[in-house]
């Protein structure tokens, strides 16, 4: 394509399936070079244009809304270096969520109840050993996640070993990017089942998920690279 081709946003937002406002949107907001002006002041777009949008729709699917923007940003301004950054800060998240999965794969791979005494502690240390606020605790109580009884004579909560695994299983969970009231649901089937089989499917799917964003990473390298390329 003639690197001197004039487009429309109209030109654009068809070959796209985009709105012509939301190609004004993404130049407005630093993912679009700056637009040339015809003589009456109307926005030309060029096949570089183009390739940038290309990228940053590539880019979306693995790297999200804001971290794709924060790139094709760097990029527009030169500063490739920071845009580098981002995309290995991108890699490291998605590391980081495939070792939470190997966790609570790991969590779950032991559900047998064991005897209170070797799990019983209160809020405080629980939530220290978790990192987590004891409001955290109080707000998953409330929410069926952990069900623990009260001491009869302090009124404190005493969590159990059952208690403990069910909230480091809640903890993994959450940090998995699964809502609260899905995490409430699989725990009681835990408890309900006494298995493994509620789970198994959502270890699936989030497999499936990370592998979804691995590649769709590689296909925004490949776009990007081709941005970056003279």
Known sequence: MPQNLQL????????HGLSTQ?????????????????????????????????????????????????????????????????????HAQLLDDRRTLQAVEAAVGDLEPVPPERGATFVGPLSRRLGLRPATLRKWERAGVV????????????????DVRDARLAHQLRRGGYPLER???????????GGLEPV??????????????????????AALDAYLSP
């Open 22 to 90: 939301a190609v004004r949107n993404y130049e407005a907001a630093g993912i679009l070079p700056p637009a040339g002006r015809t003589e009456h002041g109307y926005r030309t777009y060029t096949p570089r244009h183009e390739l940038a949008l290309r990228t940053f729709l590539a880019l979306l699917p693995g790297h999200g809304h804001r971290t794709a923007t924060a790139i094709m940003r760097a990029v527009n301004r030169g500063a490739a270096e920071d845009a580098f950054r981002l995309l290995d800060e991108s």
């Open 200 to 221: 198994e499917p959502m270890l699936r799917d989030w497999h499936a998920r990370l592998t979804a964003r691995s590649r769709a990473m590689l296909s925004g390298a």
């Open 8 to 15: 429309r946003p109209i030109d654009l937002a068809r070959r």
């Open 147 to 162: 069900q623990p009884p009260r001491d009869p004579h302090t009124g404190y909560r005493v969590y159990r070993a059952a």
């Open 183 to 193: 995490v409430a649901a699989l725990i009681a089937q835990f408890r309900t089942a």
